[in-house]
């Protein structure tokens, strides 16, 4: 296993420098489970397409991309059981092939299953739990380098899902499957800001999933995108606008004026669910990670007064975003799981790639989302108090107390996660 410590180990965006004293990537379950148990602490790098921290460690960091990839579906158990490291582009193919399909995909297919469900990472829908929720199993590689597995049911399940890295390395995850359907993407340009505050709910109930995205300003605008199974449909023609916005003439990018060719195929035309519920086509890298992100999860209940609030510092937020995204996800009983407890919207940001400028607009939407409670996302930048962001998350102490029992030497903590468990200062 090489010892990689004088690499320039970055993240996807590169603002995050990371700085392990050693760097190992086994070739077998077994060597990852004997790099487990002789490390004082450890980390895993997964594609590392998160904005912090929370990948990062000063012990030894370690990669199981050198393991040969494992998908084994159960057609009796409608599940699928896959190495954690593999992205949701790779598994996802493999799932469509055998007919079936995943509840959902983030925007990007090129991220790693395991760090996004450790994370609370989602797609969009009113109905839809956010992709931890698919998890029916997880298998952790312990700090003595024994397999350990919880299941649904389990007492310790809804504290195990989205678990910040903090409760071992994670070797499969076993998901539940849907049978594979085929989808449609339409999108609408010119979405007025009125629109989406007085017609929230009737706009993201509209399909499958939707999501709605502005670049914010003295007066948003909004693309609304729309993925609409087939089987929904009750008839084959698109609504022709939505209050006022009609159906775009060709093929959008989210960020306004960047080519759309890497973006999955719009304009109504029928393809499988894998082709139409990420934005992103796996195939293409949609940007060179020249940029920075952030999101805050609320109560739906809350979604147009804090649209509203956004809309507010517009002109604040405009010149530091390249676009931001609203989406909606169903609440689930995950404790760590920015869902948790509440149906839920997530209001995404892609900064520009500059801390420094980011910084005081990143401040300002948590000053204006701060009556609404918000939960940022664990893989995205934040500044908010991490003692304020304990106080969302009601099974917090339980989470303390599973960590506790599990890795009492603290052999899987680093400094984000101490922070979050302990309440230490980030």
């Known amino acids: 296993m090489p010892d990689r410590a004088s690499t320039d180990l970055?993240?996807?965006?590169?603002?995050?420098?990371?700085?392990?004293?050693?760097?190992?990537?086994?070739?077998?379950?077994?060597?990852?489970?004997?790099?487990?148990?002789?490390a004082p602490r450890v980390r895993v790098l997964g594609s590392g397409h998160s904005f912090n921290t929370i990948a990062d460690t000063d012990a030894v960091m370690l990669s199981l991309t050198g393991i040969e990839p494992d998908v084994r579906?159960?057609?009796?158990?409608?599940?699928?059981?896959?190495?954690?490291?593999?992205?949701?582009?790779?598994?996802?193919?493999?799932v469509h092939r055998a007919g079936f399909a995943l509840h959902n995909l983030a925007s990007l297919p090129h991220i790693s299953v395991a760090g996004s469900i450790a994370t609370g990472t989602h797609g969009s829908g009113d109905a839809n739990g956010n992709l931890a929720t698919a998890v029916a199993a997880i298998e952790f590689i312990g700090p003595d380098g024994e397999l350990r597995t919880v299941a649904r049911g389990d007492e310790d399940f809804p504290g195990s899902v989205v678990h910040l890295?903090?409760?071992?390395?994670?070797?499969?995850?076993?998901?539940?499957?849907?049978?594979?359907?085929?989808?449609?993407?339409?999108?609408?340009?010119?979405?007025?800001?009125?629109?989406v505050v007085d017609h929230f709910d009737e706009l993201t109930s509209a399909a499958y999933s939707?999501?709605?995205f502005t670049a914010w300003g003295a007066e948003p605008a909004f693309q609304f995108w729309v993925k609409q199974r087939t089987a929904d449909q009750s008839h084959p023609f698109p609504k022709a606008n939505w209050y006022g916005a009609p159906l775009a003439d060709g093929p959008r990018h989210p960020v306004p004026g960047v080519d759309p060719a890497a973006c999955t195929v719009q304009q109504g035309?029928?393809?499988?669910?894998?082709?139409?519920?990420?934005?992103f086509r796996p195939e293409f890298t949609p940007s060179?990670?020249?940029?920075?992100?952030?999101?805050?999860?609320?109560d739906r209940a809350d979604a147009p007064a804090a649209i509203e609030a956004l809309a507010g510092i517009g002109r604040l937020l405009a010149p530091v975003t390249q676009i931001s995204e609203i989406r909606t996800m169903a609440g689930d009983d995950l404790w760590l799981s920015p869902a948790y407890g509440r149906d839920t919207v997530g209001l995404h940001f892609t900064w520009v790639s500059d801390v420094e400028a980011v910084r005081?607009?990143?401040?300002?939407?948590?000053?204006?989302?701060?009556?609404?409670?918000?939960?940022?996302?664990?893989?995205?930048?934040?500044s908010m108090p991490i003692g304020e962001v304990r106080s969302r998350y009601p099974r917090m102490g339980d989470f303390?107390?599973?960590?506790?029992r599990v890795d009492p030497e603290g052999k899987f903590a680093n400094h984000f996660s101490t922070a979050v468990v302990g309440g230490a200062a980030l």
């Open 10 to 38: 970055r993240n996807w965006a590169g603002n995050i420098r990371f700085s392990p004293s050693s760097f190992e990537q086994p070739a077998t379950l077994d060597e990852a489970r004997a790099a487990v148990a002789a």
């Open 73 to 94: 579906i159960s057609a009796l158990d409608g599940t699928v059981t896959a190495s954690g490291w593999l992205t949701y582009a790779r598994l996802g193919a493999a």
């Open 165 to 195: 890295g903090a409760l071992g390395v994670v070797h499969t995850v076993t998901l539940d499957l849907l049978a594979g359907f085929e989808m449609r993407q339409y999108v609408y340009d010119g979405l007025t800001y009125e629109a």
């Open 210 to 212: 939707t999501s709605l």
């Open 269 to 279: 035309q029928t393809g499988p669910w894998l082709e139409r519920l990420a934005h």
């Open 288 to 298: 060179a990670g020249d940029e920075l992100q952030s999101e805050y999860l609320i």
């Open 360 to 382: 005081p607009a990143m401040l300002a939407v948590e000053t204006a989302l701060a009556p609404f409670a918000a939960r940022p996302h664990w893989g995205k930048l934040f």
């Open 400 to 404: 303390e107390k599973l960590r506790e």
